[in-house]
Each structure stands twice: as C-alpha cells, then as structure tokens.
C-alpha cells in the first residue's frame, strides 16, 4: 500500500488528492489536508476518480469501426491511419478542411494544451472549435481587447473581499469556474466572518444564493441591462473612484453616456428587478471596503455576452476594484501561460479571419461552435470534412446537438482521443483511448492563471499505465510525427520529435519556471526541482498588484470604450424596448443548471454520482405548472424552435416565475452506439437537443443557450 499526492484535474478547483494505491490500483481517494490552497476539501467527483480508473467501460485500446463494429487495431496501425486519412483530406480538400473540436478536460492537461496548437499548425487549419465558446467566450474576448491576452482573466480576491456580487454564476456547485478556488463554500463564509457580505443576482435561487446575505431574482438574458443600470447609478451619484487605475486606464469619460439610458427605472420591467434593488446594490458595491463583481453563464451564454461581460469589468474598475486586494485581480501563473502562448501560438488576437458560411470573427484562433454544423454540412471551398476530437462531445455541448449528430455522421473522416464511446464519437472511424490522468505526470498550465492565490505544483504519475496504452500527449505526439514526415521529410521529422520528446513536459516546465515571474522576478527563483520538493504544492501567497505591468497591450493601456464594444452598444439600446415587451408576454425562457456530482457530460458513468438529487429533471415555478395543468412528478414536454424533449416537472419557488430550467450533459441514452452503459440506462434527455445554434452573441460568437423561448405542456402517453 502507498500514499500518493496530485491536485485533481477535474475541474479549475484543482484540490489536493491523498489517494491510496494497492497493487497498482487506486483504493482510496480523499482531500489532502497539507495542501495549501484546498486544506483537506474534496467533492464529491474527486472521490469517483477511481471509478474512472477503474471502470470497466473504458476504452483502453486503439479502436476502428468496421461493418461488424469496432474492431481493437495496434497502435501504430492506428496512428497511421489516421495519419494517411487527414494527410489524404488535406491532399484532396485544402488544410481547413480539417477541424478540431476540443472538449473542456483538454484544459487540465499539460499535453492537449501544448501540442494540439502543433498539430493544427502542422496540418495547416484553422477550424478550431471548442466547448470554449459554449460559454466563456466573450471572457477571453474582454480579456484580449481590454489587457492584450485572452488568457488574463481576472478573479474575485474572495479572501480578502468584503462584498462579493455573483452574477448569473453558483460557484458552490461549480466549485469556482473560471475562478480556481477549492472550498469555495468556505471561503465565501469566510467573507460573512470577516463582517463582509455575499449577493446573488440569478434567475434561480441557488446552491450559493440559498447560502447567500441576499438573492435578487432577475429576467434571464437581461443581466446586461441590469448591469448597465449599476454602471449609470455609480456615475450619476458620483460614487465612481477608479483610484489607481486612472493611471493606465482610458475611456472612463465615454461609459456616462452610454449607460445614460440605463436608469433602475428603466431596465426595472425587463429585468423584473425592482429600481430601488438595483440602486442599493451599486450604492453597496461602491461604498464596500474592498468588493467584486464575479460573473459567469448567465452572463455570458447570452446574445448580448460581450456587452454584459463588458459591464462586468466596467463596474469593476470604476468602483476602483482592478488589481486591488479583496477587488479584482489577476493571478502571476509561475509557468506563465498568458505570455508563453502570446509568444508561442496565434491565439492572441481577434477577427483576423471569420468563419466560412456565417462570416463570425474568430476569437483566440477559435470558431464558435454555433457554426460547426454549417461548416461541414454546407458544400463549398474549405468545407469541413474530416474531424478530431479530443476530450470532446459536442452533440451533447453544442446548441442543436441532433445537427451536429448528423453533421458529425456525415464527414469523411472521423477519429476520437477519448476514454469512451460517446455520443459524438460513435461516428469515429478510429477511437484512441489515453491514459487517465493518474497513470501520468501531470503539471497543470492553466489554471493557476485563474487562481484566487498564487501557487504551483508538480503531479507524479500515481500508477503505472497498463501495458501497451498512450498518455493523449503520446498520442499527439505520433500523430505530429506522421504529419510532420509528409511536410518536411521523415529525417528532418524525427529530429524534430526527439526534441519534442526530451523537452516535454520535464524540460519545458523546469525552463517556463525559471524565466517565470516567480523565477526571475520574485525572490522564489523558482525550478521544477524546488516545486518537486513540496508534494503538496507550493504555496506563493495572495494574489499581488501586478497592473499595470502584466498589461500585453501594445500600449500597456486599458482602452475601456474599446471599439468592438462600442461598435455594439447600438444593438443593447435597441434590445431594450423588445426586452420589456418580452416581460409581459407569457414566453417561457428556460435556462440552465450544474450538479455538484455532475462534471458536463462526461462523468454520468460513475454510479456515485449519479443517485440522489444529481437527476434528470425540469424545473418549474408553481404557479406556472398550475396554469399548464402540471403537478410535481408529472412529465412535461418544452419545446423550441429546433426541437422538443421531455422530462419530469419538479415544482420549486426557487425558481422566477416563467422561467424553467434543466441540467445540462445529459441524454446518453437517447442515441445508439454509446459505450458508456451505466451513463445510457439513466433518465434524461440532451437540453441541447433543444438549444438553438442561431442564437448567438454576434461580437464573441459565444452561443446563447440561456434564456432559450421554449413552450411547456403536459405529456400525453
Ligand atoms: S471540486 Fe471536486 S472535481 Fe473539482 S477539483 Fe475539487 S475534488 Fe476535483
């Protein structure tokens, strides 16, 4: 029996494992009490990672769809035929023919984030998707045009803050989410401890507005109006003090006029938001000692993502907030991604060139999603017709997801890096099955840029991989190989991925920490030796001031009226009429919601998590299920413009009157072919068999998935 430390990388709370392994298997798992940033907390997804390792439904060998199914291949029989495939695509359609979509766990990965980057370079596309702009585009969006890189996303200080106002986000269900803090139930206690206040702005009472000082209810889709009434109550009654930021910050005197529309009274009816709330709540926000604004999906999956995201920031610096403790502020990553990538890959930038059938910009070398379909079903030069997946599952992500299903159907040429058969990749002509993360080394380059504390740590491998199987970076790794070959010759190829292989990921951690900043800059010196030695990571310490030094601005200046966003404005002053028409119509919006035992669509095959109220279900005030006839228990069919699901009601007054909600990443069993068996015997269809791919932000291409007009009626049969 040994004891092992790693961070799991399930999702961006990154908390400390102590797990237990006999005879190379993981017997135990719980929460490292010496690890600094999550002192012993687990959810409850951490502990099921052994039911990932262990799982019988796995997929641990290279497969290739045959007329009698799938048939187990080697290794290299595999990577070479995918090779030939893509090169074979490429040859007869152009480089863009080639799409890759990329699934949220590519993120917790050192492998996926650096070599997929290679490979499309390698291959000569730019169609590159992900679940990215499901939900966080306009994020990445700001982040670039307002401090120069799409990956300097700035967090709520939580442990220092003294009001902290979420927005269209339930942190204690997500765990953070664009915000790396463990424990986030505790340190959000720890702001009441401190005398402090948290409130909650969110169509649904939550997880975290049930544990909140106050929650306000509002329209959804309408946070951007709410939003820009603060912005307009905090410069009329002269409560803006931007403090330090005035130094690097431009275009504060141009926010007056445009909010000026935006009074409490006149967003009060299609935000269904009392005037007087909002008008206390950004006089609250304003006159706190130190406060945030913390925003996510509800913000952000709306046609006006950009704008309301905008308004977040905005609200942020003019209340003096930015790169202030307890305020909001941006982490100093010891491997700094936000500059190693800005240097290293094309993902700095925006609308450099647009997607081929609807013309949106991409966004940090990205296509949305909402477009995907088009692309490979609507013939022409550059029309898609061979995909790789990595980590991904898009007809279950994707808004519209049965038109992905037979969009994905439809290509020439499909191949999965994933664990399982899922629903997207049942369409794969090859499936390559990784290794999972514990049968690894691991080094996390993501998020602790997204840290509320900085810190750092290396994960050793835990067991040892069966024979005969790839970490996805092994995988990659032969891929890039081949299509190396083809572009410059087999020997100038295999140089290249034998240098490939003696820097990665040792050799490249230990030099991105020493020319980090808490290798050169701060007294640290720091190498991947010294961060090997503290198995629990490494402690760096609150977040510091960092602005505006780390600003990758051309001008190290914010421009706040950046003209992306003043190019929009129009359209939010226009929506705003049609939005308090909507508020008295009958129209319900449906909207979305997380499990705290749910991970999107990919842990649904673990039967620990999926008992108990992590179910399939829709959520529906009282009184509008009195007035459709529908009692608690009884199954209800919404319906939108691409489709129709079912699922039983469950009646709450947690929810807003008109609007219904379902979880998302469900429905595996609703498509033939899956792998995954527990996952497929559960209840429950996919919500994005009824989200809309035409419903999107216009600036981020961000998809709109809340605030989706759907009808609800009893089922009949
Ligand atoms: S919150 Fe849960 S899933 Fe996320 S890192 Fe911690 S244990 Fe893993």
Redesign the pocket.
């Known amino acids: 029996m040994s004891v092992h430390y790693r961070?799991?990388?399930?999702?961006e709370?990154?908390?400390g494992l102590e797990i237990t392994v006999e005879a190379n298997r993981v017997v135990g798992i719980r929460g490292d009490r010496e690890d600094p940033m999550?002192q012993g907390?687990?959810?409850p997804?951490?502990v099921a990672w052994q039911d990932l390792h262990n799982d019988p439904d796995r997929l641990r060998h290279p497969v290739r769809r045959t007329a009698a199914g799938w048939e187990r291949i080697g290794w290299d029989e595999a990577f070479d035929l995918v090779a030939d495939r893509l090169l074979q695509t490429r040859a007869r359609h152009g480089g863009d023919s080639i799409a890759f979509y990329l699934g949220n766990p590519i993120t917790h990965g050192w492998g996926p984030i650096i070599l997929i980057p290679m490979l499309l370079k390698a291959l000569g596309t730019r169609q590159r998707y992900s679940a990215a702009s499901v939900d966080q585009q306009p994020q990445h969006l700001l982040s670039y045009l307002l401090f120069g890189s799409p990956l300097l996303l700035p967090v709520p200080d939580v442990d220092r803050t003294d009001f902290l106002l979420v927005v269209g986000g339930n942190p204690l269900v997500s765990?953070g989410s664009i915000m790396t803090a463990?424990n986030i139930k505790r340190r959000l206690e720890g702001i009441r401890e401190r005398g402090g206040r948290v409130v909650v702005v969110d169509p649904r009472r939550t997880e975290t507005a049930r544990s909140a000082d106050a929650h306000h209810f509002i329209r959804p889709g309408t946070d951007v109006y709410f939003l820009a009434a603060m912005v307009q109550v905090i410069i009329t009654e002269g409560l803006a003090r931007p403090g330090r930021a005035r130094d690097y910050v431009d275009g504060i005197a141009a926010i007056e006029s445009m909010v000026a529309p935006f009074t409490p009274e006149a967003v009060s009816e299609a935000t269904g938001m009392p005037a007087d709330v909002i008008r206390q709540l950004a006089r609250d926000l304003a006159g706190a000692r130190r406060a945030a604004v913390y925003a996510r999906l509800g913000v952000c999956q709306t046609v006006y993502g950009t704008s309301a995201y905008w308004l977040v920031h905005v609200l942020n610096i003019l209340t003096g907030r930015l790169d202030e403790a307890g305020g909001w502020m941006l982490a100093e990553p010891a491997f700094d991604l936000p500059v190693i990538g800005a240097k290293t890959t094309d993902l700095i930038g925006y609308d450099r060139w647009r997607s081929r059938v609807r013309g949106i910009p991409e966004v940090a070398a990205e296509f949305p999603t909402v477009t995907l379909a088009d692309e490979i079903l609507t013939p022409g030069p550059g029309q898609v017709r061979a995909m790789v997946l990595v980590a991904g599952n898009p007809v279950l992500t994707v808004p519209d997801g049965r038109r992905i299903d037979a969009a994905l159907a439809d290509l020439d040429f499909l191949v999965s890096v994933d664990y399982y058969v899922n629903e997207s990749n049942r369409h794969a002509d090859v499936i390559l099955p990784p290794t999972a993360a514990l049968e690894r080394e691991e080094f996390d380059v993501v998020f602790p840029a997204v840290s509320v504390r900085n810190h750092v740590r290396w994960g050793p491998r835990v067991v040892q991989p069966a024979p005969d199987t790839r970490s996805d970076a092994e995988i990659l790794m032969a891929l890039l190989s081949r299509i190396d070959a083809a572009n410059m010759g087999p020997r100038r190829a295999k140089a290249l991925d034998q240098a490939r292989r003696r820097l990665l990921p040792r050799r490249l951690v230990d030099i991105a920490l020493r020319i980090g900043p808490w290798g050169v800059r701060h007294r640290e010196r720091l190498t991947l030796r010294k961060v090997q030695r503290f198995p629990h990571g490494l402690d760096l310490g609150p977040l510091q001031s960092v602005l505006p030094r780390r600003l990758m601005t051309s001008d190290k200046r914010i421009r706040l009226d950046h003209p992306v966003v003043t190019a929009d404005w129009p359209r939010v002053v226009a929506g705003l009429e049609k939005a308090t028409v909507d508020a008295r119509s009958e129209q319900m919006l449906l909207i979305g919601r997380r499990h705290l035992r749910s991970?999107n669509s990919w842990m649904h095959n673990t039967e620990r998590l999926t008992t108990g109220s992590n179910t399939y279900s829709l959520l529906m005030h009282p009184d509008d299920g009195a007035s459709r006839g529908l009692a608690d228990g009884d199954r209800a069919v919404i319906s939108s413009r691409v489709g129709e699901i079912a699922a039983d009601v469950r009646l709450t007054d947690d929810l807003m009157p008109g609007v219904v909600c379902l979880p998302h990443g469900w429905g595996h069993g609703t498509r033939d072919g899956v792998s995954w068996l527990h996952a497929a015997s559960l209840d429950g269809a996919s919500v994005n068999d009824i989200t809309d791919d035409q419903r999107y932000d216009p600036v981020s291409g961000n998809a709109a998935v809340t605030a989706l007009p759907v009808t609800v009626r009893a089922a009949t049969g």
């Open positions: 961070s799991c990388n399930l999702c709370a990154s908390c999550s907390y687990l959810c997804k951490g765990n463990p991970n």
